[in-house]
Each structure stands twice: as structure tokens, then as C-alpha cells.
């Protein structure tokens, strides 16, 4: 299964079944109205939520392509990764 990242104030996101090219792509077409966009992401680990992040210049965020390295399903719990302040 394909799994892009979103880091976004300090804290993870997830979309899976997307690919990167087509995040980008719906990103840039959102900047270029020049409107603020609410993008559909992912929240927490094992159960997730919808979250809404507003994409608008000037908010700093890392689209992050994750690649299984075994071809197993990724572990979506990042909470030992980032811990609970996001660090």
C-alpha cells in the first residue's frame, strides 16, 4: 500500500493510497488560486481521524514519500518516532 507523510506544525499526517505526484499535483493547483485550501489528511496511529491541514503561503510543510524497505505493510504508529511534543 502506498503511504505519503505530511510533517505539519511539528506533528505527522498520513494519506494512504496516494502517491506523491498526485499530492504535489493537488497542492500546487491549491496555491496557484491563490485561496486558502484545507487539505484531507490522516490523524493518529491505529485508529485514524480525518484532520484538515490549511495549505496557504508562508505555512511550512514536508510531503514525505514512504517506501516499506521488505514490501510489508508500514506501521503507521509513529508515536515512538515523534513522541507525543512532536520532536
Do not use: C
Not at 510533517?7 to 496555491?31: C, H, K
Not at 496557504?56 to 508515536?79: H, M, R, S, T
Amino acid at each position: 500500500m502506498n503511504r505519503v507523510d505530511i510533517v505539519y506544525g511539528g506533528q505527522q499526517y498520513s494519506l494512504a493510497g496516494r502517491s506523491i505526484d498526485s499530492i504535489q499535483t493537488e497542492i500546487d493547483a491549491a496555491i496557484t488560486t491563490g485561496k486558502p485550501y484545507w487539505l484531507m489528511v490522516n490523524s493518529g496511529g491505529g485508529r485514524f481521524e480525518d484532520a484538515y491541514l490549511l495549505i496557504a503561503p508562508g505555512i511550512p510543510f514536508a510531503v514525505l514519500n514512504v517506501k516499506p524497505e521488505d514490501g510489508q505493510d508500514i506501521d503507521l504508529d509513529v508515536d515512538g518516532v515523534f513522541g507525543q511534543d512532536g520532536l
